[in-house]
Protein backbone atom coordinates (compact mmCIF):
# COMPACT_ATOMS: atom_id res chain seq x y z
CA UNK A 1 0.00 0.00 0.00
CA UNK A 2 2.61 2.39 0.79
CA UNK A 3 4.48 1.69 -2.49
CA UNK A 4 1.24 2.51 -4.24
CA UNK A 5 1.15 5.87 -2.35
CA UNK A 6 4.89 6.45 -3.02
CA UNK A 7 4.62 5.50 -6.63
CA UNK A 8 1.39 7.73 -6.96
CA UNK A 9 3.04 11.00 -5.25
CA UNK A 10 5.40 10.36 -8.15
CA UNK A 11 2.52 10.53 -11.05
CA UNK A 12 2.35 13.70 -13.01
CA UNK A 13 -0.57 15.29 -12.33
CA UNK A 14 -2.03 15.49 -16.23
CA UNK A 15 -1.87 11.41 -16.82
CA UNK A 16 -1.65 12.53 -20.57
CA UNK A 17 1.24 14.65 -20.88
CA UNK A 18 4.82 13.69 -19.85
CA UNK A 19 6.81 15.37 -17.20
CA UNK A 20 9.91 16.22 -18.73
CA UNK A 21 12.21 19.11 -18.12
CA UNK A 22 14.75 20.77 -19.27
CA UNK A 23 17.26 21.75 -16.52
CA UNK A 24 17.14 25.79 -16.90
CA UNK A 25 13.07 24.96 -16.50
CA UNK A 26 13.59 23.06 -13.26
CA UNK A 27 15.57 25.47 -12.11
CA UNK A 28 13.64 28.74 -12.93
CA UNK A 29 10.26 26.51 -10.79
CA UNK A 30 11.94 25.62 -8.07
CA UNK A 31 13.87 29.15 -7.12
CA UNK A 32 10.39 30.76 -7.67
CA UNK A 33 8.77 28.43 -5.66
CA UNK A 34 11.20 28.92 -2.65
CA UNK A 35 11.23 32.49 -2.64
CA UNK A 36 7.43 33.77 -3.52
CA UNK A 37 5.58 30.31 -1.95
CA UNK A 38 8.29 30.30 0.91
CA UNK A 39 10.56 32.72 1.98
CA UNK A 40 8.28 35.88 1.50
CA UNK A 41 4.88 34.42 3.14
CA UNK A 42 7.35 33.79 6.36
CA UNK A 43 9.21 36.71 5.61
CA UNK A 44 5.60 38.76 5.71
CA UNK A 45 4.44 36.66 8.28
CA UNK A 46 7.40 37.87 10.72
CA UNK A 47 7.15 41.74 9.28
CA UNK A 48 3.19 41.91 10.49
CA UNK A 49 3.12 39.84 13.94
CA UNK A 50 6.40 40.26 15.21
CA UNK A 51 6.98 44.01 15.21
CA UNK A 52 6.95 42.99 19.39
CA UNK A 53 8.89 39.82 20.13
CA UNK A 54 7.48 37.75 22.85
CA UNK A 55 10.11 38.30 26.03
CA UNK A 56 10.06 42.18 24.95
CA UNK A 57 8.63 44.52 27.65
CA UNK A 58 6.41 46.43 25.37
CA UNK A 59 6.09 49.45 26.21
CA UNK A 60 8.95 50.00 27.84
CA UNK A 61 11.30 48.65 25.45
CA UNK A 62 10.20 49.96 22.03
CA UNK A 63 11.85 49.97 18.58
CA UNK A 64 12.44 46.26 18.27
CA UNK A 65 14.07 46.19 14.72
CA UNK A 66 14.24 42.38 14.36
CA UNK A 67 11.29 42.50 12.07
CA UNK A 68 12.47 44.77 9.89
CA UNK A 69 15.72 43.71 9.35
CA UNK A 70 14.72 40.07 8.61
CA UNK A 71 12.08 42.10 5.86
CA UNK A 72 14.18 44.29 4.03
CA UNK A 73 17.28 40.85 4.23
CA UNK A 74 14.37 38.46 2.96
CA UNK A 75 12.82 40.84 0.23
CA UNK A 76 16.40 41.87 -0.80
CA UNK A 77 17.46 38.32 -1.32
CA UNK A 78 14.62 37.22 -2.91
CA UNK A 79 14.89 39.85 -5.70
CA UNK A 80 17.81 38.62 -6.28
CA UNK A 81 16.34 34.62 -6.41
CA UNK A 82 13.16 36.13 -8.68
CA UNK A 83 15.74 37.87 -11.17
CA UNK A 84 18.17 34.70 -11.42
CA UNK A 85 14.98 32.41 -11.92
CA UNK A 86 13.72 34.61 -14.86
CA UNK A 87 17.41 34.87 -16.81
CA UNK A 88 17.01 31.05 -16.49
CA UNK A 89 14.46 31.21 -18.83
CA UNK A 90 13.77 34.57 -20.43
CA UNK A 91 13.06 33.66 -23.92
CA UNK A 92 10.81 35.68 -26.87
CA UNK A 93 7.68 34.33 -28.32
CA UNK A 94 6.11 31.27 -26.71
CA UNK A 95 2.85 29.18 -27.58
CA UNK A 96 -0.23 28.21 -25.95
CA UNK A 97 -2.61 30.27 -24.00
CA UNK A 98 -0.48 28.83 -20.95
CA UNK A 99 2.19 29.62 -20.90
CA UNK A 100 1.33 33.47 -22.11
CA UNK A 101 -1.27 34.06 -19.04
CA UNK A 102 1.89 32.47 -16.84
CA UNK A 103 4.11 34.79 -18.28
CA UNK A 104 1.96 37.72 -17.79
CA UNK A 105 1.29 36.91 -14.29
CA UNK A 106 5.01 36.42 -14.10
CA UNK A 107 6.27 39.90 -15.41
CA UNK A 108 3.29 41.44 -13.02
CA UNK A 109 4.86 39.86 -10.16
CA UNK A 110 8.88 40.91 -10.99
CA UNK A 111 6.99 44.67 -11.58
CA UNK A 112 5.61 44.56 -8.66
CA UNK A 113 8.58 43.72 -6.39
CA UNK A 114 10.39 46.15 -8.44
CA UNK A 115 7.66 48.91 -7.28
CA UNK A 116 7.57 47.35 -3.33
CA UNK A 117 11.83 47.93 -3.55
CA UNK A 118 11.59 51.21 -4.79
CA UNK A 119 8.32 52.57 -2.75
CA UNK A 120 10.47 50.42 0.81
CA UNK A 121 13.65 53.08 -0.47
CA UNK A 122 11.02 55.79 -0.82
CA UNK A 123 9.32 55.77 2.18
CA UNK A 124 10.62 58.89 3.89
CA UNK A 125 12.31 59.58 6.99
CA UNK A 126 12.14 58.08 10.57
CA UNK A 127 12.59 60.99 12.90
CA UNK A 128 12.55 60.38 16.74
CA UNK A 129 15.45 61.02 18.91
CA UNK A 130 17.52 58.33 16.69
CA UNK A 131 17.30 59.76 13.32
CA UNK A 132 16.11 63.89 13.99
CA UNK A 133 15.73 66.05 10.99
CA UNK A 134 18.40 68.48 10.32
CA UNK A 135 17.18 71.11 12.01
CA UNK A 136 17.73 69.10 15.29
CA UNK A 137 14.03 68.57 16.08
CA UNK A 138 12.16 64.82 16.03
CA UNK A 139 10.27 65.67 13.34
CA UNK A 140 10.62 62.96 10.53
CA UNK A 141 7.64 61.17 7.59
CA UNK A 142 7.40 58.16 10.18
CA UNK A 143 6.94 60.17 13.17
CA UNK A 144 4.95 62.43 11.94
CA UNK A 145 2.56 60.29 9.45
CA UNK A 146 3.10 62.59 6.69
CA UNK A 147 1.44 61.82 3.28
CA UNK A 148 4.29 60.87 2.11
CA UNK A 149 4.37 57.93 4.65
CA UNK A 150 0.35 56.96 4.56
CA UNK A 151 1.08 56.66 0.98
CA UNK A 152 3.66 54.34 1.34
CA UNK A 153 2.30 52.33 4.18
CA UNK A 154 -0.78 51.80 2.00
CA UNK A 155 0.21 51.20 -1.27
CA UNK A 156 3.00 48.93 0.21
CA UNK A 157 0.78 46.64 2.02
CA UNK A 158 -2.01 46.95 -0.97
CA UNK A 159 0.81 46.09 -3.39
CA UNK A 160 2.65 43.50 -0.89
CA UNK A 161 -0.15 40.96 -1.04
CA UNK A 162 -1.36 41.39 -4.48
CA UNK A 163 2.02 40.68 -5.43
CA UNK A 164 1.96 37.36 -3.23
CA UNK A 165 -1.72 36.11 -4.72
CA UNK A 166 -0.48 36.89 -8.41
CA UNK A 167 2.70 34.70 -7.69
CA UNK A 168 0.60 31.97 -6.45
CA UNK A 169 -1.44 31.74 -9.57
CA UNK A 170 1.83 32.37 -11.75
CA UNK A 171 3.17 28.95 -9.40
CA UNK A 172 0.05 27.00 -9.70
CA UNK A 173 0.22 27.75 -14.11
CA UNK A 174 4.48 26.58 -14.24
CA UNK A 175 3.26 23.64 -12.50
CA UNK A 176 0.82 22.89 -14.98
CA UNK A 177 2.55 24.12 -17.87
CA UNK A 178 5.63 21.45 -16.35
CA UNK A 179 3.18 18.93 -15.84
CA UNK A 180 4.41 18.30 -11.80
CA UNK A 181 4.54 15.75 -9.91
CA UNK A 182 1.30 15.07 -7.80
CA UNK A 183 3.84 15.48 -4.61
CA UNK A 184 4.96 18.78 -5.34
CA UNK A 185 1.05 20.35 -6.12
CA UNK A 186 0.31 18.40 -2.43
CA UNK A 187 3.21 20.16 -0.80
CA UNK A 188 2.21 23.45 -1.83
CA UNK A 189 -1.27 23.19 -0.80
CA UNK A 190 0.15 21.81 2.59
CA UNK A 191 2.31 24.89 3.12
CA UNK A 192 -0.35 27.06 2.11
CA UNK A 193 -2.93 25.89 4.21
CA UNK A 194 -0.25 26.00 7.16
CA UNK A 195 0.68 29.07 7.15
CA UNK A 196 -2.37 30.34 6.26
CA UNK A 197 -3.59 28.47 9.52
CA UNK A 198 -0.78 30.19 11.31
CA UNK A 199 -1.56 34.06 10.02
CA UNK A 200 -4.92 33.92 11.07
CA UNK A 201 -3.76 32.57 14.75
CA UNK A 202 -1.52 35.51 15.17
CA UNK A 203 -3.97 37.67 13.91
CA UNK A 204 -6.69 35.97 16.49
CA UNK A 205 -4.01 36.73 19.37
CA UNK A 206 -3.61 40.02 18.64
CA UNK A 207 -0.31 40.26 17.22
CA UNK A 208 -0.79 42.34 14.27
CA UNK A 209 0.31 45.41 16.31
CA UNK A 210 0.44 49.12 14.65
CA UNK A 211 3.95 49.82 13.32
CA UNK A 212 3.74 53.15 14.82
CA UNK A 213 3.20 51.74 17.98
CA UNK A 214 5.67 49.35 17.74
CA UNK A 215 8.09 51.87 17.36
CA UNK A 216 7.10 55.05 19.35
CA UNK A 217 4.33 53.40 21.78
CA UNK A 218 0.90 53.82 22.76
CA UNK A 219 0.65 57.67 24.03
CA UNK A 220 -2.27 59.39 22.29
CA UNK A 221 -0.30 62.11 21.95
CA UNK A 222 2.26 60.78 19.61
CA UNK A 223 0.60 62.26 16.18
CA UNK A 224 0.50 58.74 14.78
CA UNK A 225 -2.10 57.46 17.17
CA UNK A 226 -4.18 60.32 16.28
CA UNK A 227 -5.15 58.74 13.33
CA UNK A 228 -6.59 55.24 12.26
CA UNK A 229 -4.30 52.80 12.07
CA UNK A 230 -3.39 51.92 8.29
CA UNK A 231 -4.13 48.38 6.71
CA UNK A 232 -6.64 45.39 7.44
CA UNK A 233 -7.19 43.73 10.48
CA UNK A 234 -3.76 46.09 12.22
CA UNK A 235 -4.37 46.32 15.84
CA UNK A 236 -3.61 48.56 19.09
CA UNK A 237 -3.14 48.58 22.24
CA UNK A 238 -3.43 50.73 25.51
CA UNK A 239 -0.08 49.93 26.85
C1 LIG B 1 6.22 33.39 -8.49
C2 LIG B 1 6.51 32.41 -9.28
C3 LIG B 1 6.94 32.60 -10.70
C4 LIG B 1 7.24 33.74 -11.41
C5 LIG B 1 7.22 35.18 -10.89
C6 LIG B 1 7.59 33.33 -12.76
C7 LIG B 1 7.96 34.20 -13.78
C8 LIG B 1 8.17 33.84 -15.09
C9 LIG B 1 8.42 34.75 -16.17
C10 LIG B 1 8.53 36.26 -16.01
C11 LIG B 1 8.55 34.02 -17.32
C12 LIG B 1 8.73 34.55 -18.73
C13 LIG B 1 10.15 34.74 -19.15
C14 LIG B 1 10.16 35.28 -20.60
O1 LIG B 1 9.53 36.32 -20.84
O2 LIG B 1 10.78 34.66 -21.45
C15 LIG B 1 8.38 32.63 -16.95
C16 LIG B 1 8.43 31.57 -17.85
C17 LIG B 1 8.26 30.26 -17.48
N1 LIG B 1 8.03 29.75 -16.22
FE1 LIG B 1 7.79 30.86 -14.55
N2 LIG B 1 7.52 31.97 -12.84
C18 LIG B 1 7.12 31.48 -11.62
C19 LIG B 1 6.95 30.16 -11.26
C20 LIG B 1 7.10 29.08 -12.11
C21 LIG B 1 6.97 27.69 -11.73
C22 LIG B 1 6.64 27.17 -10.31
C23 LIG B 1 7.18 26.95 -12.84
C24 LIG B 1 7.13 25.45 -12.98
C25 LIG B 1 8.02 24.66 -12.60
C26 LIG B 1 7.45 27.86 -13.94
C27 LIG B 1 7.70 27.51 -15.26
C28 LIG B 1 7.92 28.37 -16.30
C29 LIG B 1 8.08 27.97 -17.69
C30 LIG B 1 8.00 26.53 -18.23
C31 LIG B 1 8.28 29.15 -18.43
C32 LIG B 1 8.46 29.26 -19.93
C33 LIG B 1 7.06 29.51 -20.49
C34 LIG B 1 7.10 29.81 -21.94
O3 LIG B 1 7.20 30.98 -22.29
O4 LIG B 1 7.01 28.85 -22.72
N3 LIG B 1 7.40 29.14 -13.46
N4 LIG B 1 8.15 32.55 -15.59
C1 LIG C 1 13.86 46.28 0.39
C2 LIG C 1 12.80 46.96 0.21
C3 LIG C 1 11.69 46.98 1.23
C4 LIG C 1 11.58 47.77 2.34
C5 LIG C 1 12.58 48.81 2.85
C6 LIG C 1 10.33 47.43 2.99
C7 LIG C 1 9.84 48.03 4.13
C8 LIG C 1 8.67 47.71 4.76
C9 LIG C 1 8.16 48.35 5.94
C10 LIG C 1 8.79 49.55 6.65
C11 LIG C 1 7.00 47.74 6.26
C12 LIG C 1 6.09 48.06 7.46
C13 LIG C 1 5.01 48.97 6.95
C14 LIG C 1 4.10 49.31 8.11
O1 LIG C 1 3.63 48.38 8.81
O2 LIG C 1 3.86 50.47 8.32
C15 LIG C 1 6.75 46.68 5.29
C16 LIG C 1 5.64 45.84 5.29
C17 LIG C 1 5.34 44.97 4.28
N1 LIG C 1 6.12 44.66 3.18
FE1 LIG C 1 7.91 45.53 2.72
N2 LIG C 1 9.69 46.45 2.25
C18 LIG C 1 10.49 46.14 1.17
C19 LIG C 1 10.22 45.21 0.19
C20 LIG C 1 9.05 44.46 0.10
C21 LIG C 1 8.71 43.57 -0.98
C22 LIG C 1 9.58 43.34 -2.23
C23 LIG C 1 7.47 43.02 -0.70
C24 LIG C 1 6.63 42.02 -1.45
C25 LIG C 1 6.94 41.42 -2.49
C26 LIG C 1 7.06 43.55 0.57
C27 LIG C 1 5.87 43.22 1.20
C28 LIG C 1 5.44 43.76 2.40
C29 LIG C 1 4.15 43.47 3.01
C30 LIG C 1 3.08 42.53 2.46
C31 LIG C 1 4.10 44.22 4.20
C32 LIG C 1 2.93 44.31 5.18
C33 LIG C 1 2.92 43.16 6.17
C34 LIG C 1 1.74 43.36 7.13
O3 LIG C 1 1.88 44.14 8.08
O4 LIG C 1 0.68 42.75 6.92
N3 LIG C 1 8.02 44.42 1.03
N4 LIG C 1 7.78 46.68 4.37
Given at each position: ?5 W ?8 A ?28 I???RF ?10 N ?18 G ?8 L ?7 G?L ?14 YC ?15 D ?11 H??MT?R???FE???K?L ?7 A?M ?16 L ?10 TVY ?6 G ?16 P ?6 IG??I?R???
Open positions: MWEALQWLWLPIDSRAHGLEQNVAWHGRLMVATWGFLFPISIITLKVTPRQQWPELDNRFWFRVHVAAQVSGVLTAFAVWVWSPGSENPWLHRLCGWSVVSLAQFIGGIARGTRGGMEPAPDGSIHGDFDTRVIYAHTGYTSIVLAAMLLGLWITNAYIWMWGLFGWWCFSIAALQRKMALDTYQAIWGPDPNLGNQRKPFGQRNG
